[in-house]
């Protein structure tokens, strides 16, 4: 099977606030590593990275309580037999830089054509009051 390539090059930076990874309060470093697995299936190995958020998020896995643990998280992740010493590379770091420096080469081209940057935000009627934690598409409609 092909290894799947996200389309814009783009990173998903894991968090590893529990509610995130199981809709509860409680995970674990196992939660963790096939969070950051099923990413890798559906983006590809280029298009993950840690993201953590141990800054701002009060539940964390178990095992997986600061950035000390990272090595335990890799182990983990060699375990699955989906990953290689490159690819952990990528994960912790490489795919972050290589982001940035195509962000930075954008910047630069707008910049010499003159271009001006565009925000948008998802209007919060689309939302409709749901959460993370749901596997509704806010945008497809009910009947």
Known sequence: MA???ALNRG???VNFYSQFLTCTNASSIQDAAEHIN?????????????????DG?????TGLEDVS???????????????NTEDLKKL??????RVLREVE?????????????FEDNIATKY????????????FQKKN
Request: with cysteine; proline share 7%; glycine share 12%.
């Open 11 to 13: 990173l998903v930076m």
């Open 3 to 5: 290894v799947p390539q």
């Open 57 to 61: 998020i009060n539940f964390t896995p």
């Open 69 to 83: 643990s990272y090595p335990a998280l890799f182990a983990q992740l060699v375990g699955s037999g989906k990953w």
């Open 105 to 117: 080469k954008v910047k630069d081209d707008m910049a010499r054509s003159g271009a001006e940057p």
């Open 92 to 97: 912790a770091g490489l795919n972050f830089l």
């Open 127 to 138: 939302l409709k009051g749901r959460t993370n934690c749901t596997s509704e598409d806010p």
């Open 38 to 54: 099923h990413i890798r299936e559906v983006a590809g190995v280029d298009s993950v990275g840690l993201g953590a958020g141990y």
